[in-house]
């Protein structure tokens, strides 16, 4: 992960030096103007883009350190970047881009099961020698970045060493998977653009759409609930399976008050499932303890508490997020369940559709969805201007939450996050790096 980056002259004027905290949060705030978003794209740009992009921020020099000490250092030259002391020439973005489509084949269109298309000479093509084309092309996809891959096309077209540029792959390759994954959530949350494949025959033309982002997340909703499910249901046959021939291996009983604590136990699991409703039918019931099947019991609470545990991680998602949004609604709460998802109830007891919902309200659901269900492993998570549409007191309670949800991830998830606001700030300056103050 990410421990500091040097910038010096970001649009041309300022000069920045930033530490981050390892696991957690780190605020950055100033003035507008002083390149708070700037500087999340250029960190989004390190892990999901390429050297090509970063070069086309403002800055003459960018330094990232990460935890483990290794350092990446870019200076901007005259259409070229020095990468920690290699010189990269920089081509124009037409010719990036013709070397980036030869790399990935656009030029071939399937016109038949077994039969392909040559777009550049409309030559036709065998399924097998479209098949040997992408085998010819496929150590060239182990190039980390369209930059470095440019770098070493040209230096293959002059005959001239080729292994400066193949050290500094290795390195990116490297660095990427030490800085860790990054996922960026932008200022524009409620709207999201995809490209649509309009299907007109034998062609396809692309089209943007706009999609309203409140509107997907009851699906997502239902389909982690089904995937869950689905766990479970594999985890019971497993455990059915070989309930007997357990049950026969088994020597050791379970004694009473052992017996009552896991009973309350899955009784505790059971509520949860049922408030959420999670599972149509569950079936799980208690019988009265008697030694002589105390083995029996044991196999059996055992595989109970096995099939249950399935929905824990689920059930503490659910918890949280369902916490946090209704301390927030007012006249109107959020509902979850296996055949809906998300549903909306006002108080007199009427479902509203989401998007009917104010963007202040729909701006905390799409948060705090992403922020719990969206991210799945550790990460760096980037949160441009959380306080977007929000009122003050909700303002003031974005670091609570986002520290609770810290904690629920076991820490495992670190937050940058940059805003003008002093209410999301509120009391915790010691995770602030003030721009403002830098500069002057």
Do not use: C
Request: hydrophobic share 35%.
């Amino acid at each position: 992960m990410i421990k500091s980056i040097v910038i010096e002259k970001l649009f041309g004027q300022f000069d920045y030096r930033l530490n981050f905290y390892m696991s957690g949060i780190t605020i950055i705030t100033g003035p507008n103007g002083f390149g708070k978003s700037t500087i999340l794209k250029i960190i989004e740009s390190i892990e999901e883009k390429d050297l090509y992009e970063i070069s086309r921020f403002s800055f003459s020099k960018l330094e990232i350190e990460l935890n483990n000490g290794d350092l990446l250092r870019i200076e901007k030259g005259d259409n070229q970047l020095i990468v920690n002391e290699i010189v990269l020439k920089i081509p124009n973005k037409r010719v990036l881009e013709n070397l980036e489509k030869r790399r990935e084949l656009p030029f071939i269109e399937r016109i038949s099961p077994r039969d392909y298309i040559d777009l550049r000479d409309n030559t036709l093509l065998t399924y097998e020698e479209v098949r040997e084309m992408r085998l010819q092309f496929e150590h060239e996809r182990n190039i980390a970045d369209r930059l470095v891959y440019f770098n070493i096309d040209k230096a293959k077209e002059a005959k001239s060493s080729q292994s400066q540029y193949k050290d500094l792959n290795n390195f990116l390759i490297r660095f990427r998977k030490e800085l860790g994954p990054i996922k960026f959530i932008k200022e524009q949350r409620l709207l999201r653009k995809e490209i649509d494949d309009e299907d007109t025959g034998y062609f396809s033309r692309k089209r943007e759409i706009a999609i309203e982002v409140i509107n997907e997340i009851p699906k997502k909703i239902k389909e982690e609930i089904k995937n869950v499910v689905l766990r479970y249901s594999e985890v019971s046959s497993q455990l059915d399976s070989t309930f007997p021939k357990r049950l026969f291996n088994t020597t050791t009983g379970i004694s009473q008050e052992d017996y009552l604590k896991e009973l309350g136990d899955i009784f505790v699991r059971q509520e949860k499932i049922q408030d959420y409703k999670l599972l149509n039918e569950l079936k799980y019931s208690s019988a009265e303890y008697t030694e002589s099947y105390s083995q029996a019991l044991r196999v059996y609470l055992q595989d109970t508490k096995q099939k249950l545990e399935v929905f824990d991680d689920l059930i503490n998602r659910l918890d949280l997020f369902t916490e946090i949004i209704n301390s927030k609604l007012n006249f109107k709460k959020i509902i979850i369940s296996n055949e809906n998802g998300l549903t909306v109830i006002k108080d007199d007891g009427t479902e509203l559709d989401t998007s009917k919902l104010s963007s202040g309200e729909q701006q905390i659901i799409v948060l705090y969805y992403e922020l719990i269900f969206g991210v799945k492993d550790k990460l760096t998570l980037l949160i441009d201007e959380p306080e977007i549409s929000l009122h003050v007191a909700w303002q003031r309670e974005l670091l609570k939450d986002f520290k609770k949800i810290i904690e629920m991830k076991n820490e495992e998830l670190s937050l940058i996050v940059a805003t003008h606001a002093p209410q999301v700030i509120d009391n915790n300056w010691d995770l602030v790096i003030d721009l403002g103050e830098q500069y002057d």
